[in-house]
Nanobody, 124 residues
Framework: QVQLVESGGGLVQPGGSLRLSCAAS????????MVWYRQAPGKQRELVAA??????????NYANSAKGRFTISRDNAKNTVYLQMNSLKPEDTAVYYC???????????????WGQGTQVTVSS
């Protein structure tokens, strides 16, 4: 059984910072991609940032709204991905979800797993 558990959400004033964490646990062989999504009330879920483990180097991708303010990083030993969010704006308010493509054994395909989400509210 694989679980993704997010933490670090909360209420912050505009201009403030938060650091989200997503820890994967269970019978994991490898994690190829870890992604942060968010969903604001009445809106579709959107990709915020992705961390892709490459053969030679890791690759990070960001939504335009996150570039220059958010940083995604990963601790491979802990199967954990982080999202450092700086200069937060009210429009960043949303439930943030962690998603990971995980292989359970060598040579097997990856499956998508989702966390339960963590609320981020940016308000004065």
């Amino acid at each position: 059984q694989v679980q993704l558990v997010e933490s670090g959400g909360g209420l912050v004033q505009p201009g403030g910072s938060l650091r989200l964490s997503c820890a994967a646990s269970g019978n994991i062989f490898s994690i190829n991609v870890m992604v942060w999504y968010r969903q604001a009330p009445g809106k579709q879920r959107e990709l915020v940032a992705a961390f892709i483990r490459g053969a030679r180097r890791d690759i990070t991708n960001y939504a335009n709204s996150a570039k220059g303010r958010f940083t995604i990083s990963r601790d491979n030993a802990k199967n954990t991905v982080y999202l450092q969010m700086n200069s937060l704006k009210p429009e960043d308010t949303a439930v943030y979800y962690c998603n990971a493509a995980i292989s359970l054994r060598p040579g097997a395909r990856s499956y998508d797993y989702w966390g339960q989400g963590t609320q981020v509210t940016v308000s004065s």
